[in-house]
């Protein structure tokens, strides 16, 4: 008789034989094989370099502060906005998307591994302080944040409201860099500020997208609509709004559009191929319409000025914005850990991407330079292009070099030198001649 492990080893090899066979047969079984085994060498290095920790570093390794650290590192080197978030910070996530939090009022992103302030939230305390877009964190507290994660640099900025922080910034044109001591408080985000304008204009500032946002939006209309004067136009204003919930956007947009495509979403699962259509609702707002926009507006507001441009309902008022042009989904994890992860690209209804170029004013006109700034110095503003790991946009074009605005992109009215903010006055301009501004614009609506 033939020994055992002969006997095993002639199995193994008919064994082989016969998968191989299949596999000659099937070229696709092949390839998965092929596929499985890589996954499953990368897998065991993984598993390896965990091990070797655990049994040879220094110090004692708690197993799952690693993990997450791994897991961490893997999504961030995806793009700029995919992140793993531990279960604390998935916690703050969900009570921020409702509006309420405590800390200092910045939305911050990493550019080069420095992070960057891309604005202050309108009346907290890091806007009050005067911490202005571009800013880089370089210090918080006493402690340096060079390649500091931006969930670390959230956690450190938030805390009880009343306690101090202090950041350090940098400024271009500053000599050194500045220290900032604030005080946290609860950061309430008013989603939706309104006011009428010479009580003929509406007016509605959108500062993010949350889950009242919708609501309060429709509030807005209704009361501005309820005027004893009826509305000659109205101005969407989504200057400095970063975005936020992808549904909340839709529906602002859907108010005032009564049909067609509001934007589609494109990934790589069925899932994540969806489109977005207006319906015909109850109320009409078909009165002229300009959205005012810049480079902190990013994400759903910039859903909102690309599907309101390509309907031909408003009239765009700024300056180029953000280019974030892809969706995050949020997937809750087991351990109550969550994973914010890019999942797809979206296109306005002309199946434009706006992912690193952004939506392009019809109108272009700078905001107002602030007092403090030096002469003739422009404020830095972060865009998606600046980012690293970022995606490249399918039609994003460089920037020009000058400085000139294109001639068909200039504004047509006068504006004061000492005007507080310019693009809110164009966008008046634009409503008190929008008849005559309509005529020589074929892609704008007429005045109902």
Same mark, same amino acid.
Not at 22 to 30: E, H, R, V, Y
Not at 109 to 123: A, R
């Given at each position: ?25 099937? =070229? ?19 598993? *390896?370099?965990?091990?070797?920790? &655990?049994?040879?570093? $220094? ?6 502060? +690693? ?27 969900? $009570? ?6 405590? =800390? ?22 890091a806007d009050r302080a005067g911490i202005k877009p571009g800013d880089?964190i370089i210090k918080i507290e006493n402690e340096f944040t060079r *390649?500091?994660? +931006?969930?670390? !640099? ?7 409201? %009343?306690?101090? $922080? ?16 604030? !005080? ?10 309104? @006011? ?36 000659? %136009? ?13 549904? &909340? ?22 899932? &994540? ?14 009165? /002229? ?14 859903? $909102?000025? =690309?599907? +309101?441009?390509?309907? =031909? ?22 351990? %109550? ?48 292009? *600046?980012?690293?790991?970022?995606? @490249? ?12 605005? /294109? ?15 310019? /693009?809110?006055?164009?966008?008046? &301009? ?19």
């Open positions: 008789m033939r020994p055992l492990k002969s006997k095993i080893a002639v199995l193994l090899l008919i064994s082989c034989c016969a998968v191989l066979c299949a596999l000659f047969i099937d =070229g696709n079984k092949a390839d998965l094989l092929a596929t499985t085994y890589k996954n499953y060498e990368a897998l065991k290095v993984f598993s *390896d370099v965990l091990t070797i920790i &655990q049994k040879n570093y $220094v110090d004692e390794i708690d197993l799952k502060n +690693l993990v997450y650290n791994a897991i961490k590192g893997m999504v961030a080197n995806l793009d700029p906005h995919s992140s793993f978030m531990p279960p604390e910070t998935y916690r703050e996530l969900q $009570v921020e998307t409702k509006g309420s939090f405590g =800390g200092l009022g910045l939305e911050i992103t990493s550019k080069d591994g420095i992070l960057t302030v891309v604005t202050p939230i309108e009346d907290t305390p880089k *390649d500091m994660s +931006l969930m670390d !640099a959230v956690k450190k900025m938030r805390g009880t409201p %009343g306690t101090k $922080v202090k950041i350090t910034i940098a400024r271009e044109g500053m000599k050194e860099p500045k220290e900032y001591p604030l !005080a946290r408080a609860i950061i309430k985000i008013k989603s939706v500020k309104y @006011k009428r304008i010479e009580d003929r204009y509406g007016y509605i500032r959108l500062t993010q997208f949350q889950e009242d946002t919708t609501r309060e939006f429709k509030r807005a209309l209704k009361d501005l609509d309820s005027g004893k004067q009826p509305l000659k %136009g109205l101005i969407l204003d989504l200057r400095r709004d970063p975005g936020g919930l992808l549904d &909340q956007a839709v529906n602002v947009s859907d108010e005032l559009l009564d049909s067609g495509l509001i934007v589609s979403t494109e990934g790589r699962i069925e899932s &994540q191929q969806m489109k977005f259509y207006a319906k015909k609702g109850s109320e009409r707002h078909d009165y /002229p319409l300009v959205v005012l926009v810049n480079a902190g507006s990013a994400s759903g507001s910039e859903i $909102v000025a =690309g599907a +309101l441009q390509d309907h =031909g309902r408003a009239v765009v008022v700024g300056t180029q914005t953000f280019g974030k042009g892809t969706v995050q989904t949020i997937i809750p994890l087991n351990d %109550g850990s969550g994973l914010r992860l890019t999942t797809a690209k979206y296109y306005t209804p002309n199946h434009r991407s706006i992912q690193e170029k952004g939506v392009t004013p019809d109108i272009i006109v700078e905001d107002k330079v602030p007092v403090e700034a030096p002469a003739g110095e422009k404020p830095q503003y972060i865009r998606e292009k *600046d980012l690293m790991n970022h995606f @490249k946009g399918e039609a994003a074009k460089k920037e020009e070099k000058t400085s000139e605005v /294109p001639a068909d992109k200039k504004s047509p009215f006068k504006i004061k030198p000492d005007s507080e903010d310019p /693009p809110l006055d164009t966008a008046i &301009q634009i409503l008190k001649n929008w008849e005559t501004f309509s005529k020589g614009n074929k892609n704008i609506q007429k005045a109902p």
